[in-house]
Nanobody, 120 residues
Framework: QVQLVESGGGLVQAGGSLRLSCAAS????????MGWYRQGPGKQRELVAD???????NYADSVKGRFTISRDNAKNTVYLQMNSLKPEDTAVYYC??????????????WGQGTQVTVSS
C-alpha cells in the first residue's frame, strides 16, 4: 500500500509563511507528478502547484511569486513553501502524487489533507 502523509499546516497571520511537506511511502516503483491542491470553504478543489521530475513547476496564477514547490526524489517528498500568505489562501491543502507501484500499476494517490488558516 502507498501512503501520502502531510505535515506543516497551521494558523498564521496575513503576510506570514508556512511550509508544507508530503512524504510518500510504501510500495513505490516510481513517482511522476507530485503536487498540491486546496479546497477552501464552499469552493471546489483546485490545483495550487505541481512538479514533474526534470520539468519546470506549474503554479496557479493566484500563488505565482508567493509559493514555491520543490521535491526530494530520494525521499519521495514534495514541499510547498508558502510566503506572503493571504486570508484567501485559507483552505485544506491536499498532497497528490501519480505513483507507479509496478510495471502495470499506476494511479493517483491523495494525502489526508492539512488545514491552513490565514488570519487578517
Amino acid at each position: 500500500q502507498v501512503q501520502l502523509v502531510e505535515s506543516g499546516g497551521g494558523l498564521v497571520q496575513a503576510g506570514g509563511s508556512l511550509r508544507l511537506s508530503c512524504a510518500a511511502s510504501g510500495r513505490i516503483f516510481s513517482i511522476n507528478v507530485m503536487g498540491w491542491y486546496r479546497q477552501g470553504p464552499g469552493k471546489q478543489r483546485e490545483l495550487v502547484a505541481d512538479i514533474s521530475s526534470g520539468l519546470s513547476p506549474n503554479y496557479a496564477d493566484s500563488v505565482k511569486g508567493r509559493f514555491t514547490i520543490s521535491r526530494d526524489n530520494a525521499k519521495n517528498t514534495v514541499y510547498l513553501q508558502m510566503n506572503s500568505l493571504k486570508p484567501e489562501d485559507t483552505a485544506v491543502y491536499y498532497c497528490n502524487a501519480d505513483i507507479r507501484t509496478s510495471v502495470f500499476g499506476r494511479r493517483d494517490y491523495w494525502g489526508q489533507g492539512t488545514q491552513v488558516t490565514v488570519s487578517s
